[in-house]
């Protein structure tokens, strides 16, 4: 899901004549950038509860914020440095850098670096969702 919607803003930008710089980083961003929102997605489902607005204030109580702190509204280059300490722990930190990469063709870290901090958050995420889904599966039935 996540990397159909990601379609949409990229073919609006090259009807309108943005140029991607790498279209290979881009792709291999998007995809392992879309793993990774999946799994945290999994994570955030692991409570048992039958409320299913109690997840999702969880989930925007935890997003909202991993937003401004990304380098999405503010670059991570122009962030005071408490502000680029606290976004070395949101993986869409690195998935923005990957982004002005691919279409600026440059990035406030090496492009390297943000693949296997994706990827870590990535498999972090997965081990704690498939970790908490065994523990809590008895409660569910």
Avoid at 107 to 121: C, E, G, H, K, N
Wanted: include cysteine.
């Amino acid at each position: 899901f996540g990397i159909i919607i990601s379609i949409v803003p990229i073919a609006f930008g090259l009807v309108v004549g943005v140029r991607i710089f790498s279209p290979v980083v881009l792709t291999a961003a998007i995809l392992l950038s879309a793993f990774c929102a999946s799994y945290l997605g999994m994570l955030f489902s692991t409570p048992p509860t039958n409320v299913p607005s109690n997840i999702m204030m969880i989930t925007n109580l935890v997003k909202f914020p991993l937003v401004f702190i990304s380098g999405v509204f503010i670059p991570i280059e122009q962030m005071p440095p408490w502000g680029k300490t606290i976004s070395l722990f949101s993986p869409l930190t690195y998935m923005t850098d990957l982004m002005r990469y691919s279409i600026e063709g440059n990035s406030y870290r090496p492009i390297l670096q943000d693949f296997v901090a994706i990827a870590t958050f990535t498999l972090i995420f997965m081990a704690l969702a498939m970790f908490f889904h065994i523990r809590n599966m008895p409660k569910r039935l």
